[in-house]
């Protein structure tokens, strides 16, 4: 008996095999996708950084911002001052060093001894802030050579009298950033004309929320320290003017605001930055980022060129 042959059910088979074939292939397709995603699907690993804690709001805020789009790297920001942070960049316990001054030439020598070499990146712009009690109502206005009758070392200021007879008998109670503060080394400089020299009756802490409460809780007290702190406590403590000038981002910016405008700093380890992809992209991310959070930490930002100068150092 001849057979009849069914082409219909001939030609479904074949395509049900190449079906089967082409969905196997795109699932081999789809492995491979998922495996070189996995290999790349995000950053992983520490960053540690120390330093300053008039720097430390920026890179907070910047940390916070990274450790969101890679939640795989952990950011750890230390403050234990520009000095502190400096002893351990300097032999190669951290990535990165937040600092309020430019590295000194005892901690570059320390760094090319332990073969450190870094790159020195300007992030924002400060201008030490001069504070008093909101209460206080005698003083609006100080010259940076009253800073100095106060401040200077063999100073003899007890009262606020001493100062200007038309100021109130009462001491002055002196507030002020640690001895391993960037703040500490430019305020010192510029005030007394020597880095270090100041007198040693103050109440010295390297956490600026410390000297804010100091501050804000006695009517005769008297400090200084980086313009943000100043800014988040507007509300509880009053800004001095210099030699006439007020701290403000547009004075700090255009150079009014003399002698206490300054550049804020990162120092980076540039073995790290080359070697370790987590550093090299929290950094790129730091100066990319910076012309939209430096502002919002209450710093004052560089131009976007300006930025990206900083960034083609490392580049």
């Known amino acids: 008996m001849k057979k009849t042959i069914n082409f219909k059910v001939i030609i479904l088979a074949l395509l049900l095999l190449v079906s089967v074939s082409v969905f196997a292939a795109c699932g081999d397709d789809k492995s491979e996708t998922s495996e070189n995603d996995k290999s790349n699907q995000g950053l992983n690993g ?117 100062v200007n007879s038309e100021w109130p008998e009462e001491e002055i109670k002196l507030y002020g950033p640690g001895t391993d503060s960037g703040t500490f080394d430019y305020f010192t400089e510029a005030v007394n004309g020597e880095g270090g020299a100041i007198r040693t009756d103050f109440t010295a802490s390297e956490d600026d929320n ?62 790290h930055y080359t070697n370790k992809k987590q550093i090299n992209s929290f950094v790129d991310y730091y100066i990319e980022n910076a012309p939209e959070i430096v502002p919002s930490t209450g710093y004052v930002g560089l131009s976007e060129e300006n930025y990206e100068k900083e960034l083609n150092k490392l580049k």
């Open 46 to 162: 520490d960053i540690e950084i120390d330093g300053s804690s008039t720097v430390y709001p920026i890179t907070a805020a910047i940390s916070e911002e990274f450790q969101i789009e890679n939640p795989d790297v952990k950011v750890t920001v230390v403050v234990s001052g520009t000095g502190g942070g400096m002893k351990r960049f300097t032999v190669g316990e951290t990535s990165i060093s937040d600092a309020s001054r430019p590295i000194k030439d005892e901690e570059a020598d320390k760094a090319k001894e332990n073969d450190v070499e870094f790159e020195e990146l300007k992030v924002a712009l400060d201008g030490i802030s001069v504070v008093v009690n909101s209460n206080n109502d005698w003083v609006e206005d100080i010259t940076i050579k009253d800073l100095n009758k106060i401040w200077a070392p063999d100073s003899k200021v007890k009262m606020w009298s001493d």
């Open 210 to 271: 410390v000297l804010v409460q100091g501050i804000s809780g006695d009517e005769y007290a008297l400090g200084y320290f980086g313009y943000a702190y100043y800014e988040e406590n507007k509300d509880k403590l009053k800004a001095l003017k210099i030699n006439g000038v007020e701290p403000t981002p547009e004075t700090i910016e255009g150079g009014e605001y003399t002698p206490l405008s300054r550049p804020l700093f990162i120092y980076v380890n540039k073995d």
